[in-house]
C-alpha cells in the first residue's frame, strides 16, 4: 500500500489556520484603533460626574478627522487636519497637551475660536452673556481619608443648547474668578467638568488654548468603568471582590 511522504498532519493545518485567524483579528483591531476608535482611561477627577476615574471609554477618531496626533507615536507625515469637521461646543474630547503635544488629556469644549471666556463667580460667560447654572443636588465622592464628601452640583447649558453637569467645590476657588480669555483663531478653550478640581485653559501657562490639530477626538460611549478611586476598591488580591467594585450601571453609557 502505498503512502504521501508529503502529506501534513491535520492537526499541523488547524495550528496554521487558527494562527492565521489570530493574525487578521490584531490586524483589524489595530486598524480600527489607528483609523476609527481608540479606548482610553480616566485617571483624574476633573470630569467628575460626567467621567469617572476608573472609566475606560471609546474616543471617535472620524469626529474631527485626522492629524499627526490621531496616530501613534504622532509621525510627522503632515501638518493640519485632513477630512476635518470642526468640534461643537459642549463635546467632551481627549487632546495632545500642547505644552509638550504628547500628553492625552480629556476636557469639556467651551470656547469656540474668536470667542470671548471668563469666570465670574464659579458661572462661565461667552461673549459678554452668562451661561445658565441651575443647582441640581450634591455628588457623592471620597476624600484622602476615605471619608463622604458632598458636592455641590449644578446642571449649565450651553448656547447651543447642550446641557452637562458640573461640580463646585469651593466658593470663590482658584479658577472661579478669571478672564476675559480671547480665543485665537485655529484654537479651542476646554475646561473640566469638576470646575474646581481641573487643570484646564483657564491655566494659561499649564493648558491654555487647544490648538484645533491637537485634538485626537471626541469621547463617545462608557464601555467599562470600576471604582478604582474609592477606599479598597477593585481589590486585585481578592477576585470574588470584583462583581461589587465593577460599576456595572455605567457600561455602555454614552458620553455626553
Known amino acids: 500500500m502505498a503512502s504521501n511522504s508529503n502529506a501534513r498532519p491535520s492537526r ?11 493574525l487578521q483579528a490584531l490586524a483589524i483591531a ?28 471609546f474616543v471617535s477618531k472620524l469626529s474631527y478627522g485626522y492629524s499627526k496626533f490621531s496616530f501613534p ?16 461646543r459642549g463635546d467632551v474630547a481627549v ?24 469666570v465670574r463667580g464659579g458661572q462661565l460667560i461667552i461673549n459678554g452673556t452668562a451661561v445658565p447654572k441651575v443647582r441640581k443636588g450634591s455628588f457623592t465622592t ?37 478672564g476675559p480669555y480671547k480665543v485665537p483663531e485655529g484654537h479651542y478653550f476646554m475646561m473640566g467638568d469638576n ?6 485653559s483657564r491655566a494659561q501657562r499649564a493648558v491654555g ?17 470600576a471604582a478604582v478611586d474609592e477606599p479598597d476598591a477593585l481589590r486585585w488580591t481578592s477576585p470574588w471582590t470584583w462583581p461589587f467594585d465593577i460599576r456595572w450601571s455605567r457600561f455602555f453609557n454614552l458620553v455626553r
Open 142 to 178: 471620597v476624600d484622602d481619608e476615605g471619608l463622604p464628601v458632598e458636592i455641590a452640583s449644578f446642571v449649565e447649558t450651553l448656547p447651543n443648547g447642550v446641557s452637562y453637569t458640573v461640580l463646585d467645590a469651593q466658593e470663590n476657588g482658584p479658577f472661579d474668578n478669571v
Open 30 to 57: 489595530l486598524f480600527v484603533r489607528v483609523f476609527f476608535y481608540q479606548p482610553f482611561n480616566i485617571p483624574s477627577g476633573s470630569m467628575k460626574e460626567t467621567l469617572l476615574v476608573g472609566d475606560y471609554l
Open 73 to 88: 507615536f504622532s509621525p510627522d507625515l503632515f501638518s493640519g487636519r485632513i477630512f476635518a469637521s470642526e468640534p461643537e
Open 12 to 22: 499541523y493545518y488547524g495550528m496554521r489556520d487558527t494562527f492565521v485567524v489570530v
Open 95 to 118: 487632546f495632545k497637551l500642547p505644552r509638550d503635544n504628547a500628553t492625552d488629556y480629556i476636557k469639556r469644549v467651551v470656547g469656540l475660536p474668536g470667542d470671548e471666556i471668563e
Open 209 to 225: 488654548y487647544v490648538p484645533f490639530e491637537n485634538f485626537v477626538g471626541r469621547a463617545e460611549i462608557i464601555f467599562f468603568s
Open 195 to 200: 470646575r474646581d478640581n481641573s487643570t484646564d
